[in-house]
């Protein structure tokens, strides 16, 4: 075989791996590229329960489920996280922290949250959610402005379902425990 032959084989040799490193590469780099510009929590396993502790059966979990009631009386699902463009565990952080009532535990509580203490008396006294009418409401008008004011898609009431996960067993995970609801 002459030098030239060898030199075009080893030269069609180098690029048939060029060529399959190249769609290797992309197969790769192309779905995580995609998963970190269009989504949030899919692709391997959301960003931030990466570094969260492994499930305790023994501990019963508390979760909630936000939903509207449009205009043309269809119940529909509202993922928080589409609202508010935060963290999906951020949004639910808020959530347990306002059916908590922790905004009326700190040291210098807001003046409107220091006025209804005074006025039920005690932080004991305080219905679990006290502040929350206002997050729903919030999220309500952030919800409509984005459909126009004719649509039939548009919220008339949205509604915060908290469900409770005994724990113990991976079942019986959808026990309703109680349902606030607001009229926008």
Do not use: C
């Not at 692709?43 to 449009?70: D, K």
């Amino acid at each position: 075989m002459s030098d030239s032959a060898r030199l075009q084989s080893a030269e069609r040799f180098e690029r048939h791996y060029r060529v399959r490193y190249l769609l290797l590469t992309l197969g790769i780099f192309l779905p995580l590229l995609w998963a970190f510009v269009g989504l949030r929590n899919v692709y391997p396993i959301a960003s931030w329960t990466v570094m969260m502790a492994g499930g305790n059966l023994q501990r019963a979990r508390q979760y909630f489920l936000l939903r509207g009631e449009t205009v043309s009386g269809e119940i529909v699902d509202i993922p928080a996280i589409e609202l508010t463009d935060a963290l999906s565990s951020r949004n639910w952080g808020l959530v347990n922290a306002t059916v908590a009532n922790n905004s009326f535990q700190l040291r210098s509580p807001h003046p409107d949250n220091a006025v209804l203490l005074g006025v039920v008396g005690s932080f004991e006294k305080l219905a679990p959610g006290a502040r929350l009418p206002e997050l729903l409401q919030a999220w309500g008008r952030i919800y409509n402005s984005r459909l126009p004011a004719s649509s039939p898609h548009r919220l008339k009431a949205i509604r915060l379902d908290a469900y409770e996960w005994p724990g113990q067993q991976y079942s019986n995970y959808d026990q309703f425990i109680q349902s606030w609801r607001e009229q926008l």
